[in-house]
């Protein structure tokens, strides 16, 4: 057995799977106490990483019925992510493989949501489960701090075609959102507002000006705080619903064209999403129709979890006790994948 742990931001996450990828459990203890400060402060998801883990460990072998004596390989997040969140993580996942004699994983956060790929997903609706998807395949990952397009040529490495050059896509989201007055997180808040809105109300940019594959958003968040500027308070909020829905559309927009641009140029038949992003529905909706195949994790498996770091434990090189000892965390960058 795998157990898999994920302390990059703030959620404290743990799962078990088999090696051949079956996911026994997979638990994901949101702190819930960042709403009030409008964002993840780091310093408190790290104190609340040190007071979850033990607990949700046991509660990923006991809801996966097994022990620690069951376990074969211990996998955890090296990075990106926040410093003291991933150490709390990586001393953990240290400790056990320390005292049970066992390899130790380290993935990379990134490699985690490609990863997710690797295990069952989901239909466009969300009510039939697809398989696994093998590669090669095209890969769209969005969250709240990365945004990129890559090309998944085995399970163990993957080519950025293109990412970001400022905001990610679930940045862009949680910013829009405080624009119009939405609580954190915003993705989900601002897309049940777009529920009930125009997607055509507002035309507000999609960069296509940029070349290639790359993603810019600064843009996006400036030109809905200047609508709002424009537009009186009675006005703004009597169009809250269509502005959600416009500035929604842009991002979708902005992600759905890099695909399909990835999908004729590459020739790429097969395209899987990734990211806290991906589980938004008019994203799902719009990829839909992109390419032959569309894979989608489930909503569990999009945002952080732990499952997706034991799926990735399953191509990378372990380390074997006494070859981890010195271990650490990376905040940024990845490592070469």
Request: charged share 20%.
């Amino acid at each position: 057995m795998i157990l898999a742990l994920e302390t990059s931001c703030d959620d404290t996450c743990a799962a078990v799977l088999t090696p051949e990828g079956v996911i026994r459990s997979n638990v994901i203890s949101s702190q819930g106490v960042h709403d009030q400060f409008g964002g993840v402060v780091p310093e408190v998801a790290s104190r609340q990483h040190l007071q979850l883990v033990n607990a949700v460990v046991d509660d990923a072998l006991t809801t996966a019925q097994t022990t620690l004596d069951d376990l074969t390989l211990v996998a955890v997040t090296q990075g990106p992510g926040l410093v003291g969140a991933l150490l709390v993580g990586v001393a953990t996942a240290k400790a056990i493989a320390s005292v049970r004699g066992l390899p130790l994983a380290p993935v990379d956060h990134l490699q985690g949501h490609v990863a997710a790929s690797f295990l069952p997903g989901v239909d466009a609706e969300g009510t039939g489960h697809t398989p696994p998807l093998e590669p090669p395949f095209t890969c769209l990952v969005a969250s709240g701090g990365h945004t990129f397009l890559a090309h998944v040529g085995d399970h163990a490495s993957f080519d950025v075609l293109g990412r970001t050059l400022d905001d990610a896509a679930g940045e862009a989201f949680d910013k829009g959102a405080r624009l119009l007055g939405l609580p954190y997180p915003g993705g989900p808040h601002l897309e049940r507002l777009a529920a009930d809105g125009d997607p055509e109300a507002f035309g507000f940019p999609v960069s296509d000006q940029l070349a290639g594959y790359d993603f810019s958003f600064s843009g996006l968040k400036t030109a809905l705080l200047y609508k709002l500027r424009d537009l009186s308070d009675a006005e703004a909020g009597a169009r809250r619903a269509d502005l959600a829905a416009s500035f929604q559309r842009a991002i979708v927009e902005a992600l759905a064209r890099r695909v399909e641009r990835a999908v004729l140029t590459t020739g790429a038949e097969r395209v899987s999403i990734g990211g806290g992003v991906a589980a938004n529905g008019a994203l799902r909706a719009r990829l839909a129709g992109v390419a032959g195949h569309l894979h989608i994790p489930p909503r569990a498996l999009c945002t952080d979890n732990a499952a997706m770091i034991g799926a990735a434990a399953r191509h990378v090189s372990a380390l074997e006790p006494g070859e981890y000892d010195d271990l650490d965390a990376y905040p940024t960058g990845r490592r070469d994948l």
